[in-house]
């Protein structure tokens, strides 16, 4: 879709970029369908219990299930809310998140838009989210809404500096923002993927993703032990769908971007492996990350939000500074190969 | 300065890990608790009223749904008061089952503890691992009297139904598996960094002030007070029994962990001895008048149950219903330190602190 | 003890579970009749709780008796009632002392479950006299101190427990540092692992709480329980004490009459006394004053009586 970019815009590439917006928004709901439900297989495997088994052959059809009950039950605001927030949140929770999806590359020529600030970009809009999920908090007019709506806020507000932060190394070795160019710079064997170079901007970038995404061990503002389930207990029907919709589309975005970023995206862990097409490179990546997302998720317990906070200043901040000095001494010494 | 609103934040009835139905009003100050009131009440189910009129084995029923989670001690609680006023005996074979019962109890109700505290804090994996072995004791209950939740197994003088064709061996395989399965647990969490940090120097106090609230069981322990009544105060067959009592040092939440981790251990070793010394053959139950009517009196017996102290105390007045049965329900008197414990500490302390006391509602409301 | 039978017996149920009598409900094992008598038992109560219902109705069942002889007992039932209602003060204490003593005689009887006149069986001189005893010491003991006690402690010569050094020096404690009066009673529970048991006087609770929770020689750090009892003619409060250092136990009482129930709040003494003193307090009504926060626990605030008290009539009966 690359080569439309510069030409002047004509009903049939306004049409073709409809069609490409549709399948995306086709493969995300797919996506997501099917992350649920392999959460839930997952989760189940690692808790001796079977999962989904009963909704469709090998309850393939739960999530579906489970979304066309979200969509016919009743949808209730409360009485006190302020309406038009809590109407607007999950709205604004839900745009910027698809938004982001333009800006990832699948393959060399399989990109909606090659920003040249495309990881800014992402950062940018998914802040916005933030704001989605404080306003659903606060317009619910409720104490544990609003308590997870704050914590959500400081987390990820918080979060957000290391994980940028992490990724400076990469822009510095790259010279480049470009996520496009940040994939092609990593080609060559698997050791040339960033994930060695910048080991510690790696962990530091997993950590700092997954506090994004709200999943465990950081699901504080969510965490349905002490506030039940945080900004989204008042919401019911198809605006928790939504907000649950965001949540998994934030995964996949996520985990994208840790295979662009860090695992060399479409490219094959060896030369020779070249005939493998990029596409299922890329997703074999993918699923990887989204699986460790899962197997976190039934490991760990969860942090404290003061001991959250802890980490995100005390530990990934100066990690990820660090990381920026190691590796500007690095390419001072080796040249930009090095690291 | 800023200054901020003080929040009052209703906990429950309806709050997921307040255990079932405990309320607890908090002030908040951000995420810091400045006051906490328990309300409770909200499973009061009379039972002492109800068993005035009563006789005790219509009783025993009512007792297994005191603390559901752990309903074999509290019928033992019962019977052996009775037995102990009327002075009867129980054969040797029914006091090696309820033993034996009782020791599986405890491994039961610590595992729904360890599962269902990791699930307070945020772990969701221990709390299925927990569950399903429980489920192997609960199988074994099932095939003993019939029931998985309220056995309503012990009568007075003896217990209800002898043990089935190779239930000894079947709990003898469960106690086998089971000392594995306790490694595996605390690989999967016992030292976990993030677990750690969440429960080492949380609700801390001292012996102190633990014995000055009354606290028993592992909340007594945690703080190095050696006290179990199944060493202090030898009841059933406990004084036959090789088994350690173990204590904590710091009082803290994380030490009321090892506590009741290690007390599954010590359970599975009497249960070992038990399983090994249980006579073959035998009464199931004494000799014991038609109906049970104590002599004129009163009594106060007590034992260990997961949770701690459960006493029975009894006014007889000789009739077939007791003129006044109490229960000490440890769950009751060791919530009461809640409030000292949670002022000054964050809403997600709170779930930490409530969870290491590990109540169970319908005793605490009975 | 017999006391209690006492009061049974001057109400109507026990006056007529006179006319029924002769099922022997009182041998207790010491007759041949013992067995039947078990069974007899719910048959007995059945009767009574249909008002009115002519005890022969049964009797021949179980025992031959005469017409007579049953016009005898009813008479002298309907005579027991007569005479409860009025008993002179002096009959009173007459008849009270001739009930302890026939109580006494015959300890059996004093273990007896039956409601009934403790004295109309066997020992007792058949007919009104004996019938009219126990309705007559009923009337007499509110005002008489408890003679069903000191009956019941003084026939068989007790073993000597091994805990009775400790419930004296306990006493003599309570004497010498709180008061002379501060003991009502005490004695060693025996069934209950031999526990020293005191009454100690209301007025003087809370002393004597402060003495056993900090004199070297008692030092029950630790309260077990407390429970309130309802015995229809006073209010009770049991403290279950322990001393984590020695083991040793001690059940202390205190009790206070039932109209204004109150006893001194041991929760300045002991933590663990105040849950356990609201629920009393909501269950049976007692006031402890020194509470520093005696509120309703189990039920609801706006509940109105006190559900564990004898008296306490259900709002809903069908429950």
């Known amino acids: 879709m690359q080569k439309f970019w510069n030409d002047p815009v004509t009903w049939g590439h306004a049409g073709l970029y409809l069609l490409g917006a549709i399948a995306v928004l086709a493969v995300v709901i797919v996506f997501v369908t099917y992350a649920i439900y392999f959460e839930r297989k997952v989760i189940g495997w690692m808790q001796y219990r079977r999962g989904p088994n009963r909704t469709g052959p090998l309850g393939l059809l739960q999530t579906v299930a489970d979304v066309a009950k979200l969509l016919m039950k009743e949808d209730t605001i409360p009485a006190k809310a302020d309406k038009a927030l809590f109407i607007l949140a999950p709205v604004l929770a839900f745009v910027p998140s698809f938004l982001v999806l333009a800006i990832i590359p699948y393959g060399l020529n399989l990109q909606f838009a090659d920003l040249n600030v495309g990881f800014l970009y992402y950062v940018a809009l998914s802040g916005i989210t933030t704001i989605a999920i404080v306003l659903g908090g606060w317009s619910s007019n409720n104490k544990y809404a609003l308590l997870g709506g704050m914590r959500s806020a400081a987390q990820m507000i918080s979060y957000e500096v290391p994980l940028v932060m992490s990724v400076v190394g990469i822009a510095m070795m790259t010279e480049s923002l470009n996520l496009r160019e940040i994939v092609i710079y990593q080609e060559g064997w698997f050791w040339h993927w960033n994930f060695l170079p910048q080991i510690v901007g790696f962990a530091v970038f997993v950590v700092a993703a997954i506090s994004e995404l709200n999943r465990t061990p950081f699901d504080l503002p969510e965490a349905e032990s002490e506030l039940v389930a945080g900004y989204h207990v008042e919401y019911s029907g198809f605006r928790f769908a939504f907000f649950m919709l965001t949540e998994y589309i934030y995964v996949y975005a996520i985990a994208c971007l840790a295979t662009i970023l860090f695992l060399g995206g479409w490219n094959a862990p060896a030369p020779q492996l070249d005939f493998i097409p990029g596409l299922v490179w890329f997703a074999l990546k993918f699923a990887c990350i989204v699986f460790f997302l899962f197997w976190i998720r039934a490991t760990l317990p969860r942090l404290r939000i003061d001991q959250l906070m802890g980490l995100a200043w005390k530990v990934l901040l100066p990690l990820a500074i660090l990381n920026i000095f190691l590796t500007a001494v690095g390419i001072e010494w080796w040249g930009k190969g090095g690291g | ?366 | 003890m017999s006391e209690e039978e006492k009061q049974e017996g001057a109400r109507p149920e026990g006056a007529r579970a006179e006319g029924a009598q002769p099922e022997g409900v009182r041998a207790e094992g010491a007759q041949p009749e013992g067995v039947r008598a078990e069974g007899a038992r719910p048959k007995a109560e059945e009767k009574k709780q249909t008002e009115g219902s002519p005890a022969e109705a049964e009797a021949p069942v179980r025992r031959k008796e005469t017409d007579e002889e049953k016009a005898a007992r009813r008479k002298a039932a309907f005579e027991a009632r007569e005479a409860a209602k009025a008993a002179a003060a002096m009959a009173a204490a007459q008849a009270a002392k001739e009930a302890a003593n026939a109580a006494a005689s015959a300890p059996a009887a004093a273990h007896s479950a039956a409601p009934g006149a403790a004295s109309a069986d066997g020992q007792a001189p058949p007919g009104a006299p004996g019938a009219a005893s126990p309705g007559a010491a009923a009337g007499a003991a509110p005002g008489s101190s408890r003679p069903g006690v000191a009956a019941d402690a003084a026939p068989p010569p007790p073993p000597p427990s091994p805990n009775r050094p400790r419930l004296d020096r306990a006493v003599q404690l309570l004497r010498e540092l709180v008061a002379e009066d501060a003991v009502e009673e005490a004695e060693i529970n025996e069934p209950n692992d031999h526990l020293p048991t005191i009454v100690v006087k209301n007025e003087r609770w809370s002393e004597a709480a402060r003495l056993f929770r900090s004199h070297p020689e008692l030092n029950t750090n630790y309260l077990r329980n407390v429970s309130g009892v309802d015995h229809e003619t006073h209010m009770e409060v049991v403290y279950h004490l322990l001393s984590l250092d020695s083991g040793h136990g001690y059940a202390l009482k205190v009790r206070t009459d039932r109209d204004t129930p109150q006893v001194a709040s041991a929760t300045p003494v002991w933590q663990t006394a105040n849950w356990n003193e609201r629920e009393i307090y909501d269950l049976l009504g007692i006031d402890f004053p020194g509470h520093p926060d005696l509120r309703r626990i189990m039920m609801p605030d706006d509940w109105v009586g006190h559900p564990l008290r004898k008296d306490y009539a259900p709002l809903d009966s069908e429950v």
């Not at chain 2, 009867?88 to 405890?106: C, G, H, K, S």
Request: proline share 5%.
């Open chain 2, 1 to 366: 300065m800023i200054r901020t609103e003080e929040l009052l934040l209703n906990v429950g009835p309806q709050h997921p890990s307040t255990h079932g139905v405990f309320r607890i009003i908090v002030k908040l100050d951000g995420e810091i608790i400045t006051e906490a009131t328990p309300v409770m009440g909200y499973l009061h189910r009379g039972t002492e009223k109800l068993a005035e009129n009563l006789n005790f084995t219509q009783i025993i029923p009512y007792t297994d749904r005191m603390d559901y989670v752990s309903a074999m001690t509290n019928n033992y609680v019962l019977v052996h008061a009775v037995e102990k006023m009327m002075g009867l005996e129980v054969p040797e074979r029914a006091e090696f089952l309820r033993l034996i019962v009782m020791e599986l109890q405890r491994v039961a109700s610590h595992m729904v503890w360890w599962g269902t505290y990791l699930l307070d804090i945020g772990a969701l994996s221990p709390f299925l691992y927990a569950f399903s072995d429980r489920e192997r004791i609960l199988q074994l209950f099932n095939e003993l009297c019939g029931a998985r939740l309220t056995y309503n197994y012990m009568r007075v003088g003896g217990v209800k139904w002898d043990a089935p064709e190779g239930w000894i061996d079947r709990v003898k395989q469960f106690v086998r598996d089971m000392k594995t399965k306790l490694l595996e647990y605390d690989d999967l969490a016992s030292g976990n960094e993030i677990l750690l940090s969440r429960i080492k120097g949380v609700g801390t106090y001292d012996a102190q002030t633990a014995i000055d609230y009354g606290l028993s069981g592992a909340n007594l322990r945690s703080t190095g007070v050696k006290w179990d009544l199944r060493k202090n105060e030898p009841y059933s067959l406990y004084s036959r029994f090789e088994f350690d009592v173990p204590v904590g040092k710091n009082g803290d939440c994380y030490d009321r962990y090892l506590v009741r981790m290690e007390e599954m251990r010590q359970s599975l070793r009497i249960l070992e001895q038990a399983l090994e010394q249980f006579p073959e053959g035998g009464e199931t139950m004494g000799k014991v008048p038609r109906v049970i009517r104590p002599p004129v009196g009163e009594i106060y017996v007590r034992i260990e149950s997961p949770r701690g102290e459960i006493g029975c105390y009894i006014v007889s007045k000789g009739k077939a219903e007791p003129f006044r049965l109490k229960f000490r329900r440890p769950s009751f008197v060791n919530l009461q330190i809640l409030p000292k414990l949670l002022v000054g500490e964050s809403m997600t302390n709170l779930v930490t602190i409530l969870g290491g006391i590990d109540i169970v509602l319908g005793e605490v409301d009975c």
